[in-house]
């Protein structure tokens, strides 16, 4: 296993593109992602289907391939790793599917589900051990008594008890990066939360990374409260920095749209928001993705001539602290002028 | 709008609906009552299982076969002022009534159109099966609703459904779906699975619409913020049975039930801070053999020994506001601070 010399980041994706081919059609779905993890941080990606988070989560836990790029773990190229280095580093990056009921094979226990990684990777002595393990790790995501748990197979379990299963399955091979995509959004409400924060003490009594995929703003910014959310947008960074800031004060007009657009579980507050008023409803497609800015044919801030031209890079704005890429907000335009703000709708 | 001075247009009346199943009859609805006015919009909310789709399935009479309406009353009235009782329509009438004067638009968009046949021509089959015959009368009052749902009329009418993005389907199914001018509108999670700023589109279209049309509408979703800025009235579903049903503003600001309080109090909000939350333990009660007394009462953290016991009647507390709860003061003073003090 490399050292980590500190200030390495635990993962780092640099300049990383990645397309996918549909007949003749090469379909970009990321260009130019830069983003670092440093160990145990949270960050959040989010944006609408299609926009490239589960490519870049997929990316990260080396999954897929980028078609150009690299991805550093701890500092080194993950390409060059051969041997043990190489199975410890797919050790360490794992992933949680989005659903409970397709991720887990059906004709196996969960204590078959569990013991295969644990085999595999040789990471317990005999059969005490390896039952020993098993227990430690039911417990540990809260699937008490294990006793009861061990032999059942997926479908005697709910929904949340599945999660927490492929939890389990993840934490097998003590990990230093888990990416959970979408991992909650399948399970209901009233349970969600519990696994969120069985989550957070995982992270904290273990020490691992999670990037956290959703589409849902307001559970990311529950959830990376204390980290770092980005924002996708048609396979491209469009701001990243930490939660409270890009909640409170988003830079790029992408986040503001997806702020103003998200209903809230508070009446008033959801029927006197101010909307943003988009200048074009339909996302565009991945194979004709808009030439500079690719949210430009939506923007209201649009400015013609500087939008359209090149392709704005992720910066530092005055006014903000996290990154954003928009040109006429880190060239100082303001979007205040533009604003177009519809009408509050009347209260009941 | 003052919705309660409205007269009413569907009034359900002490209805339950099972299923048949190996185990046993399961009783996914049982003893629902509500009355939805002219121009009101109402909130099912509720976990997946607790019943709110089969209950509007009940509605136009659309369950699947092992399910049955075993007792109560769905009493519609016409624009004339005629009452029915939808369940003693003959299944002639009942085609009439679907879509005529209830209409209902269904979860998944794609799966609700015809792929094969252009839209115009789905269009053109619903307003001959009710008796429209006049086609350019139809196309006429179709392009107009299409433009309402801010689509481009002329392109969608022509096209085919893969032609057409998620988005724009689930308004070309709002605007087909109002296309007979019904009374009332049944939106089964008309947003979910859509994009945020898609999602938005959708609210918004379905706003002029209904402000446009003055329909009534039942709303189902699992998404506490959307019933916050849609419904007048919320009603809360747990294990087939309303448990609390109010006024939007009552609902969410002042609940009484516990498992209403238990459902905020587990949705993160964009607009508050760091916040703190809380799940609600536990999992749903087996509908075949539910608990008895209260079907909250094992994941309530107020239950008494009196919940585990005697089911709570259905009781109007405060004018327009009815709950099922013994503790329902209790769970009043906690709800003064949700965000603080997670109770459950």
């Known amino acids: ?348 | 709008m003052s919705v309660p001075e409205q007269p009413i247009v569907l009034s359900l009346q002490d209805v339950s609906i099972s299923y048949l199943a190996h185990r046993g009859r399961v009783q996914a609805v049982s003893q629902v009552s509500f009355d939805l006015h002219q121009r009101e919009t109402l909130a099912l909310i509720g976990e997946s299982g607790c019943g709110k789709s089969t209950l509007n399935l009940g509605i136009i009479r659309l369950l699947p076969q092992t399910g049955r309406v075993d007792r109560g009353k769905i009493l519609y009235t016409t624009r004339e002022g005629q009452v029915m009782d939808v369940l003693g329509l003959s299944e002639r009438e009942m085609r009439q009534f679907r879509w005529a004067e209830c209409a209902m638009i269904f979860q998944a968009a794609l799966n609700s159109l015809n792929p094969v046949i252009r839209v115009r021509d789905m269009v053109y089959d619903t307003a001959q099966a009710h008796g429209r015959r006049d086609r350019a009368g139809v196309r006429n009052r179709m392009l107009d609703l299409f433009r309402k749902v801010r689509l481009d009329p002329e392109r969608v009418f022509n096209a085919y459904p893969h032609e057409l993005s998620g988005g724009m389907r689930q308004r070309v199914l709002l605007a087909l779906g109002v296309l007979l001018n019904p009374q009332v509108v049944i939106l089964d999670e008309p947003t979910t699975a859509v994009d945020i700023l898609t999602q938005r589109t959708i609210l918004e279209v379905l706003k002029d619409l209904r402000e446009a049309m003055g329909f009534s509408s039942i709303f189902i979703s699992h998404d506490l913020s959307i019933a916050a800025e849609m419904a007048d009235t919320v009603a809360t579903m747990y294990a087939g049975e309303i448990v609390e049903i109010g006024p939007v503003n009552e609902l969410f600001y002042r609940p009484r039930h516990a498992y209403t309080l238990g459902l905020l109090q587990a949705v993160p909000k964009l607009s508050a801070g760091a916040q703190e939350l809380s799940s609600i333990p536990g999992s749903p009660p087996d509908l075949i053999e539910p608990p008895p007394g209260c079907k909250f009462h094992p994941r309530c953290p107020l239950a008494t020994e009196r919940c585990r016991r005697e089911p709570p009647p259905l009781v109007e507390e405060v004018p327009g506001h009815r709950v099922a709860c013994f503790e329902s003061a209790q769970v009043l003073a906690h709800s003064g601070e949700p965000a603080e003090e997670p109770v459950i």
């Open chain 1, 1 to 348: 296993m490399p050292d980590n010399p500190s200030g390495q980041p635990l993962i780092e994706l640099k300049g990383v593109y990645r397309s996918f081919r549909q007949g003749r059609l090469r379909i970009p779905v990321l260009q130019d992602i830069n983003l670092a993890v440093g160990e145990n941080e949270i960050v959040c990606l989010v944006g609408e289907s299609g926009c490239g988070k589960t490519t870049t989560g997929r990316i990260m836990v080396n999954l897929l391939e980028p078609s150009a790029g690299e991805v550093l773990f701890r500092g080194h190229p993950h390409s060059v790793l051969r041997g043990k280095e190489r199975a410890e580093y797919r050790r360490a990056l794992q992933i949680i599917h989005q659903d409970p009921f397709a991720s887990l094979n059906p004709a196996h226990t969960v204590g078959q589900i569990l013991s295969y990684p644990l085999k595999r990777h040789r990471m317990t002595k005999g059969r005490g051990g390896l039952r020993r393990r098993i227990w430690e790790l039911l417990t540990l995501v809260d699937l008490t008594p294990p006793g009861d748990i061990v032999n059942k197979y997926p479908h005697q379990l709910s929904g949340g008890q599945r999660q927490r299963v492929s939890i389990a399955r993840a934490l097998t091979v003590e990990p230093k990066l888990i990416v959970a995509d979408e991992a909650v959004s399948m399970v209901d409400v009233s349970i969600r939360v519990s696994l969120l924060k069985m989550l957070h003490s995982l992270r904290d009594r273990l020490g691992v990374a999670i990037v956290f995929i959703t589409h849902d703003l307001a559970l990311a910014k529950y959830f990376a409260w204390e980290g770092r959310i980005a924002v996708m947008y048609l396979g491209r960074l469009v701001e990243i920095g930490p939660t409270p800031e890009v909640i409170a004060n988003p830079g790029h007009p992408y986040t503001r749209a997806l702020i103003s657009a998200i209903p809230e579980a508070d009446p008033e507050v959801t029927r006197n928001k101010e909307r943003m008023i988009l200048r074009s409803e339909d996302i565009p497609s991945l194979t004709q993705v808009p030439p500079g800015c690719a949210f430009h044919p939506r923007c209201p801030f649009f400015v013609p001539g500087l939008c359209d031209a090149a392709v704005p890079p992720l910066e530092h704005a005055s006014g903000f602290v996290q990154d954003v890429a928009c040109f006429p907000l880190v060239q100082g335009l303001g979007l205040r002028e533009h604003v177009a703000v519809k009408e509050p709708a009347v209260g009941p």
